[in-house]
């Protein structure tokens, strides 16, 4: 299969060298995400240069979004927080929901550099029948510009992206999900 699309959302950044000893640090977000509800993702590495990557963010249930902001505030040890990439796994509201919350609140208050994501357009929303995943992304690239300067990146299976000590590698998306079969679910 052939996919086109503008250069500028399909870009990767450049693999930067390591500071010798550094390593990643992995947080897993805690508390609210999973009293809640039972199910949701969110983690935070902390990478060598002192930025970080963020998987997900959980749901848009209170106080998720004020915690992650603390995380990255508390380990930022008193700079702007900067967020090297913040990445989505796939469109549900327990993998993308604090962002709304977190953007409204806190994107003047970060750096965001890039956005990473695959989602699908409107006729593979319509073909699922999830008009609620479909209501999220029609506030998406609103969200998605409260953050002055992020770059946004379209994901693709068998690209890599480099960060600081940390290779992210894109092992499918919803695009590879075998045709002709619907695509009913993003948890396929």
């Given at each position: 299969?052939?996919?086109?699309?503008?250069?500028?959302?399909?870009?990767?950044?450049?693999?930067?060298?390591?500071?010798?000893?550094?390593?990643?640090?992995?947080?897993?977000?805690?508390?609210?995400?999973?009293?809640?509800?039972?199910?949701?993702?969110?983690?935070?590495?902390?990478?060598?240069?002192?930025?970080?990557?963020?998987?997900?963010?959980?749901?848009?249930?209170?106080?998720?979004?004020?915690?992650?902001?603390?995380?990255?505030?508390?380990?930022?040890?008193?700079?702007?927080?900067?967020?090297?990439?913040?990445?989505?796994?796939?469109?549900?509201?327990?993998?993308?929901?604090?962002f709304?919350?977190?953007?409204r609140?806190?994107?003047?208050?970060v750096?965001?550099?890039?956005?990473?994501?695959?989602?699908?357009?409107?006729?593979?929303?319509?073909?699922?029948?999830?008009?609620?995943?479909?209501?999220?992304?029609?506030r998406?690239?609103?969200?998605?510009?409260?953050?002055?300067?992020?770059?946004?990146?379209?994901?693709?299976t068998?690209?890599?992206?480099?960060?600081?000590?940390?290779?992210?590698?894109?092992?499918?998306?919803?695009?590879?999900?075998?045709?002709?079969?619907?695509?009913?679910?993003?948890?396929?």
């Amino acid at each position: 299969r052939a996919v086109v699309e503008s250069a500028e959302k399909t870009s990767l950044p450049p693999n930067t060298p390591v500071p010798c000893g550094e390593l990643p640090i992995l947080f897993r977000q805690e508390g609210d995400l999973f009293e809640q509800v039972d199910c949701g993702m969110s983690y935070v590495f902390r990478l060598a240069d002192g930025k970080f990557f963020v998987i997900d963010g959980g749901w848009n249930t209170p106080g998720i979004a004020d915690r992650l902001f603390d995380v990255l505030s508390r380990m930022a040890g008193g700079e702007v927080p900067v967020i090297a990439a913040w990445i989505f796994t796939h469109a549900h509201v327990d993998h993308m929901g604090a962002f709304y919350d977190f953007a409204r609140d806190y994107a003047e208050k970060v750096r965001l550099e890039a956005v990473i994501y695959s989602y699908p357009g409107e006729s593979r929303l319509t073909e699922m029948g999830d008009t609620f995943v479909a209501e999220f992304l029609t506030r998406w690239d609103a969200t998605v510009a409260r953050f002055a300067g992020a770059r946004v990146v379209k994901a693709r299976t068998g690209q890599r992206f480099y960060f600081s000590g940390l290779t992210v590698e894109i092992l499918f998306t919803f695009e590879d999900y075998p045709m002709p079969h619907r695509l009913h679910n993003f948890n396929d």
